[in-house]
């Protein structure tokens, strides 16, 4: 087992079930950060720069620090949270019978005894393809609240599942956590993710 403590610096708990997939259970620390984006900042950039800000405003001595950020593109523009259900409705209308991106910004930090930290980081890519939503399934889903809280106004992983017709890349990263890259980026800091994972009984 590594000494150090490994930190999510995400209150999400999709991510959280992601990582409990592989038997790790991580701190919870949510960093709190301005996720404002710059002027004319692209979605890849947006969603890097946020996961590195996070993991650097939570990272310590004695940590390993994973931070994530997902956003919704539609055309181009980045898509955040609906305001109220109007809203989701008018973001799920764009989505109809076409394609969109769902991109991830991962980083990790480690920051050892001496207080130097490093980071790492990297950005995941889905294309999402919805099927026509009918003015009915549109209400339908609206009413279960299900969309309220998330990027894009969906969940993949519940009930809007039924509007994906197909997912080009990592299902994962569409849930919020793209297992491969965050795999990946602990392999670039000498680490291995599973030495996180709790031994079985």
Known sequence: MPTERLVLASQSPRRRDILARLAIVPDIEPADI????????????????????????????GTVVLAADTAVVIE???????TDRDDA?????AMSDSSHLVVSGVAVS???????MEVVSGVERTV?????????????????GEGDDKAGA???QGAAGIF??????????????PLGLVDRLFAE???????????PA
């Open 76 to 82: 181009g523009a980045i898509v955040g949270k609906p």
């Open 128 to 144: 999402v393809q919805f099927a026509k939503i009918t003015p009915a399934r549109l209400d339908w889903y609206l009413s279960t």
């Open 34 to 61: 301005d996720e404002t984006p710059q002027p004319g900042e692209d979605p890849d950039t947006y969603v890097e720069r946020l996961a590195r800000s996070k993991a650097a405003a939570v990272s310590r001595p």
């Open 110 to 116: 480690r920051h050892r005894t001496d207080h130097q």
């Open 154 to 156: 969906y969940g993949l």
């Open 164 to 177: 994906a017709d197909r997912v080009d890349g990592s299902v994962n990263n569409v849930i919020g956590l």
């Open 189 to 199: 800091l000498s680490l291995d993710l599973l030495s996180f994972a709790t031994p």
């Open 89 to 93: 409705r008018r973001i799920l209308m």
